[in-house]
């Protein structure tokens, strides 16, 4: 994607607004589309008895205090949830299927935004650990820190993954151990 010189100033201030309110101890999803496509998604996994828990870089920023860039919205599901259900599910609250893997399947939300169901035994565990946070009103599962390290550990040690997410993991895992900057610090 290419983005203007304005665009990216205006994203990076919005990343900045995201993270104040994270260190105030708010759940602040910004982007409605994003945000719409997290409650619309749990909702509808919770509506169809589906556990699951939101990880990737949204749970990062929740976890750390520190808001990230991120593609889209990713949530683990149980190991067990069958693939066909997960897709019914999803296209009845209007998610357009766009691929299924062998761990993970992709939608779109009616607003083009990415959403990915993971499903991996590692993940099970984690998910009945979740703790809820309240987003916009909306009670979302989200993994907890020690878990969400152990998964983006394993995820950059994976040989197929492209380097670049392999960085993006290891940074994020530097995140959730508290290697914050204060904003005073200097360069």
Same mark, same amino acid.
Not at 17 to 30: F, I, P, T
């Given at each position: 994607m290419? +983005?203007?010189?304005?665009?990216? *100033?205006?994203?990076?201030?919005?990343?900045k607004?995201?993270?104040?309110?994270?260190? &105030?101890?708010?759940v602040d !999803?910004?982007?409605? %589309?994003?945000?719409r496509?997290? @409650?619309?998604?749990?909702?509808?996994?919770?509506?169809?008895?589906?556990p699951?828990?939101l990880i990737?870089?949204?749970?990062?920023g @929740?976890r750390s205090g520190?808001?990230r860039a991120t593609?889209g919205?990713?949530? &683990? @599901?149980?190991?067990?949830a069958? !693939?066909e259900?997960?897709? &019914?599910? +999803?296209?009845a609250?209007?998610?357009?299927h766009?691929?299924?893997?062998?761990?993970? *399947?992709?939608f779109?939300s009616?607003?083009?935004?990415? !959403?990915?169901?993971a499903?991996?035994p590692?993940?099970?565990?984690?998910?009945r650990? %979740?703790?809820?946070v309240s987003v916009?009103?909306?009670?979302?599962?989200? @993994?907890?820190?020690?878990?969400l390290?152990e998964m983006?550990?394993r995820a950059a040690?994976?040989?197929?993954?492209?380097?670049?997410?392999?960085?993006r993991?290891?940074a994020?895992?530097a995140?959730l151990?508290?290697?914050?900057?204060?904003?005073?610090?200097g360069w």
């Amino acid at each position: 994607m290419d +983005m203007s010189a304005g665009d990216t *100033i205006v994203l990076s201030s919005k990343l900045k607004s995201r993270e104040a309110a994270l260190r &105030a101890g708010r759940v602040d !999803v910004d982007d409605a %589309a994003q945000l719409r496509a997290l @409650v619309d998604t749990s909702g509808a996994l919770r509506a169809a008895g589906v556990p699951h828990a939101l990880i990737g870089g949204i749970a990062v920023g @929740v976890r750390s205090g520190v808001a990230r860039a991120t593609v889209g919205v990713d949530l &683990a @599901v149980h190991s067990t949830a069958e !693939v066909e259900v997960l897709i &019914a599910t +999803m296209r009845a609250a209007g998610f357009e299927h766009r691929g299924t893997f062998a761990h993970s *399947i992709n939608f779109r939300s009616d607003s083009g935004e990415p !959403v990915q169901l993971a499903f991996d035994p590692a993940f099970d565990l984690p998910i009945r650990r %979740a703790s809820t946070v309240s987003v916009a009103a909306h009670a979302i599962p989200v @993994v907890g820190t020690d878990d969400l390290i152990e998964m983006k550990e394993r995820a950059a040690a994976s040989p197929r993954r492209r380097a670049s997410k392999a960085l993006r993991d290891r940074a994020d895992i530097a995140l959730l151990r508290g290697d914050i900057s204060d904003e005073d610090e200097g360069w």
